[in-house]
């Protein structure tokens, strides 16, 4: 789905890409869309199609910034007025520990919670209803909402904007058969590294009393009086 997402975005006209990009980006949070389709893949690829001329960067990062905002305030208005019944969403229930941890960072840290929430993918779609379901004063919500989005949307964008003009470069030197197996390989060492440690995560989970060290308790034995 995300690769059809991405065909789409690279296929279509300036317009329509605008329309797409801001789109996916608000219903990211609003509706909660961010299990399945990213908003943030979609911001760096507006970044991509600036770098190629085909948007203009002003405009898609003023959008991307504009989106994240709104979608958040959409998102924190949702977990006010529905309140408990959206944590019975399928998406969620499925992701009961995320969501505990999510819950467990918007209490002790707050407003800051909403703003270091929007740099991380789950956290992103629902910190927004978890403000809202704990009646964070909406004042207080949108000052960090506002300060977390302007960074992300537009470091989303730029990262998008510098790949992509780093590909057009390479490409250029190398040509785009040698270019694509040099993006291939990181991608894919990329993949690999974070499913390793997706596993490690969840073998810690399962087995969280690490095995004594011999040595150890060989050292504390001949340590006692």
């Known amino acids: 789905m995300i690769n059809t997402m991405i065909g789409a975005i690279l296929q279509v006209s300036p317009v329509v890409a605008y329309l797409l990009i801001t789109?996916?980006?608000?219903?990211?949070?609003?509706?909660?869309?961010?299990?399945?389709?990213?908003?943030?893949?979609?911001?760096?690829?507006?970044?991509?199609?600036?770098?190629?001329?085909?948007?203009?960067?002003?405009?898609?990062?003023?959008?991307?910034?504009?989106?994240?905002?709104?979608?958040d305030t959409v998102g924190y208005e949702v977990g006010r007025h529905f309140g408990p019944r959206i944590l019975q969403l399928r998406l969620l229930r499925k992701r009961q520990q995320k969501l505990e941890?999510?819950?467990?960072?918007?209490?002790?840290?707050?407003?800051?919670?909403?703003?270091?929430?929007?740099?991380?993918?789950?956290?992103r779609a629902v910190m927004p209803a978890l403000a809202g379901l704990s009646r964070m004063p909406y004042r207080r919500f949108l000052l960090f909402n506002?300060?977390?989005?302007?960074?992300?949307?537009?470091?989303?964008?730029?990262?998008?904007?510098?790949?992509?003009?780093?590909?057009?470069?390479?490409?250029?030197?190398?040509?785009?058969?040698?270019?694509?197996?040099?993006?291939?390989?990181?991608?894919a060492g990329a993949i690999t590294w974070h499913i390793q440690k997706q596993r490690r995560h969840r073998k810690d989970q399962h087995h969280p009393a690490a095995a004594k060290d011999p040595a150890k308790e060989s050292m504390q034995l001949d340590s006692r009086p």
């Not at 840290?109 to 909403?114: D, E, L, N, P, Y």
């Not at 703003?115 to 993918?121: E, V």
């Not at 590909?167 to 270019?179: C, D, E, Q, R, V």
């Open 23 to 71: 789109a996916l980006v608000f219903a990211e949070d609003a509706l909660f869309i961010g299990f399945i389709l990213p908003g943030e893949t979609a911001a760096i690829l507006g970044g991509v199609l600036a770098s190629q001329q085909r948007l203009d960067l002003w405009l898609i990062t003023v959008l991307v910034v504009l989106a994240a905002i709104l979608g």
């Open 101 to 123: 941890n999510a819950r467990e960072l918007l209490a002790r840290r707050g407003g800051m919670a909403v703003f270091l929430g929007r740099f991380t993918a789950f956290f």
């Open 146 to 187: 506002a300060a977390g989005g302007a960074i992300w949307g537009t470091a989303v964008v730029l990262l998008g904007y510098f790949a992509g003009n780093a590909y057009l470069s390479l490409a250029k030197s190398f040509g785009h058969i040698t270019t694509f197996t040099i993006l291939g390989i990181v991608i």
